[in-house]
């Protein structure tokens, strides 16, 4: 069985830019949650979606959101990038038929902005 | 959120047991502990989880003190393959998937 799939791997962007991270969940699970992990905060919870419906948001500003399509797949947009959302981009998928599923992380996109 | 205390790193010899301890002491009901562990260069990777009982499974065991405010993640013989950051996480069942994430212990297996 395939696992998280996210792309890009990695990805340089200015100041000001906007930005599309892609995340392709394991076959069968609907729920797709995204992190951000910085060496300073470490792992912090971005949002969550489920069947194409956003469930959970984290304390991050507007400038970033994120959607679900019918096939689960999920993109997160960060938009006016600044130098401290360089980080690593986590999506995680899950079945949410129990709440206490684990979830399944990718590898990750790490974006760096200068 | 119910917050998780870890060491921020351990030592262990290859091939034997390491002892991952975690304190919950404000730990409720509705919590199950999770742990989690993430390999260099890697996403973090589901290890075990339970929530009053002691679970095993083929990675790990996970022993839970009797008031739920401290349990410890077992791996029975370490590899060079499990040094990793391991993250003790509460997971509230009304939460769905938002974890919270605390700084997690390091560990470090020397052949």
């Known amino acids: 069985k395939a696992g998280v799939t996210q792309t890009p791997r990695y990805l340089i962007k200015t100041r000001g830019q906007q930005v599309t991270l892609s995340c392709s969940p394991i076959?069968?699970?609907?729920?797709v949650s995204w992190y951000q992990q910085t060496p300073g905060q470490g792992l912090q919870f971005l949002f969550e979606?489920?069947?194409?419906?956003?469930?959970n948001k984290g304390n991050f500003p507007g400038r970033f959101s994120g959607r679900q399509f019918s096939n689960s797949r999920s993109e997160m947009n960060v938009s006016t990038l600044e130098l401290g959302d360089s980080a690593l981009y986590l999506c995680?998928?899950?079945?949410?038929?129990?709440?206490?599923?684990?979830?399944?992380f990718g590898n990750g996109t790490r974006l760096t902005v200068t | 959120d119910a917050k998780t205390t870890q060491p921020n790193s351990m030592e262990s010899n290859e091939e034997e047991p390491v002892h991952l301890p975690c304190n919950h002491s404000?730990?409720?009901?509705?919590?199950?502990i999770h742990w989690y562990r993430q390999l260099p260069s890697q996403g973090p990777e589901y290890v075990i989880h339970?929530?009053?009982s002691n679970v095993n499974n083929r990675m790990a065991s996970l022993a839970i003190a009797e008031d739920r405010k401290s349990s410890t993640l077992i791996l029975h013989r370490a590899t060079l393959r499990d040094a990793a950051v391991y993250y003790c996480?509460?997971?509230?069942?009304?939460?769905?998937?938002?974890?919270?994430f605390g700084g997690g212990t390091r560990l470090m297996v020397k052949p």
């Open positions: 995680a998928s899950s079945k949410r038929e129990s709440t206490n599923s684990p979830l399944h």
């Open positions: 339970g929530l009053t």
């Open positions: 404000t730990i409720s009901g509705t919590d199950y």
């Open positions: 076959s069968g699970h609907r729920s």
């Open positions: 979606y489920f069947s194409e419906t956003q469930r």
């Open positions: 996480i509460l997971r509230d069942m009304n939460a769905g998937n938002m974890l919270t």
